[in-house]
């Protein structure tokens, strides 16, 4: 079933198809009504597009609620509970709030904003090596590089 594209004027910076759409479209299929945290800007096309998917997004004043809420909602609903934040301190805020889901047994799927791999180890605004943080506060962690591996990694964060 072929999905129809949205034009796209001339001189737009966003690829077509916009890796993000997958994101949505892969949380839309595992059954996501609500994703919790806060935008920025390596994470703006995500939020959008999950939006634009229909999956409502609660947004915080700090990430760390956002992380909490998405534990609370996975244990009230027994669903995995979906929360975002960008690069940087963003990624950082959540640390310990994620650590605090993966003692619990929480179910919680984090989606970090970060940098693209040939900017790695390089003097960059906001660097943040989201594996280096989470291989050992969580169950699962790996980096998408490329926008094909989305939908997989995505469909194995559920498992």
């Known amino acids: 079933m072929a999905t129809e594209q949205k034009a796209v004027p001339l001189g737009m910076r ?10 949505a479209e892969a949380l839309k299929e595992h059954g996501v009504e609500y994703a919790f945290g806060i935008h920025g800007g390596h994470i703006w096309q995500i939020v959008d597009e999950i939006s634009n998917a229909g999956i409502k997004t609660i ?14 909602y996975s244990k009230v609903t027994r669903k995995p509970g979906v929360c975002f934040a960008t690069v940087g301190p963003g990624v950082g805020n959540c640390v310990s709030a994620l650590q605090q889901a993966h ?15 040939e900017m790695d ?11 280096d943080l989470m291989r050992h506060i969580t169950k699962w962690c790996e980096r998408v590089t490329e926008p094909s591996q989305i939908k997989q990694f995505i469909a194995r964060a559920f498992k």
């Open 14 to 23: 966003e690829f077509q198809p916009n890796p993000s759409t997958y994101i």
């Open 59 to 72: 947004t915080f004043r700090h990430e760390q609620s956002a992380v909490y809420a998405a534990e609370a």
């Open 103 to 117: 003692h619990s047994c929480s179910p919680v799927i984090f989606l970090g904003g970060g940098n693209m791999p």
């Open 121 to 131: 180890m390089l003097p960059v605004i906001q660097p943040s090596y989201i594996m």
